[in-house]
């Protein structure tokens, strides 16, 4: 038995997790190896010692200092609300523009020619558009069918990306540890 699964075993018997063949296994292998018999030993003595050292209580005045490092209720709902009142002007602002706007123009589109014109134009803008995607999409599907590998390449670089971004937003957005 390699000494690594032994170390393995004796942590699962600390814990009553082992079976009655590999309880035997464990008693077998310690009674024929010196070292594992020793490594077990230790590890008993610090297992029966941390089992009879009683839990310490924490301090008395833990609560109210963690209450007191939490962020203000008060100043993160305003912030809130101040964030969400901008972006709520933010999306009003532009509809408001685009009603201004429709309204000014609207006398224009009351001719029946100038609707036709417009109907025409944007037929051929979106034949334009979609012949151009088109031809981007078959594009791609021959680059990709010719080098596979660009494709793994990209895979890759895009994982690479998110998980860098989350590292880096994780360093960013650690909490301070001065802050009391």
Excluded at 50 to 62: G, I, K, R, S, V
Excluded at 114 to 137: D, E, K, M, N, Y
Excluded at 149 to 165: C, K, T
Aim: net charge neutral; charged share 15%.
């Amino acid at each position: 038995m390699e000494h690594e699964e032994t170390y393995a075993m004796m942590m699962d018997a600390l814990d009553g997790e082992l079976s009655a063949k590999q309880k035997v296994e464990l008693d077998t292998h310690l009674r024929a190896c010196p070292s594992c018999r020793q490594e077990w030993q230790a590890v008993l003595a610090v297992h029966n010692l941390l089992q009879q050292t009683p839990a310490m209580a924490p301090a008395a005045d833990f609560a109210q200092r963690t209450i007191a490092r939490l962020p203000n209720r008060r100043a993160r709902l305003a912030a809130t609300a101040v964030i969400y009142s901008l972006l709520l002007l933010g999306g009003i602002l532009p509809l408001a523009m685009v009603l201004i706007l429709v309204s000014t123009i609207s006398p224009i589109f009351q001719n029946p020619d100038v609707l036709g014109s417009l109907w025409a134009v944007g037929q051929q803008v979106f034949s334009v558009i979609s012949a151009a995607g088109l031809a981007l999409l078959s594009g791609l599907g021959e680059l990709a069918v010719q080098q596979p590998a660009i494709i793994g390449w990209l895979l890759v670089i895009l994982g690479i990306v998110s998980v860098w971004g989350g590292v880096s937003r994780q360093l960013i957005f650690q909490p301070n540890s001065r802050q009391v």
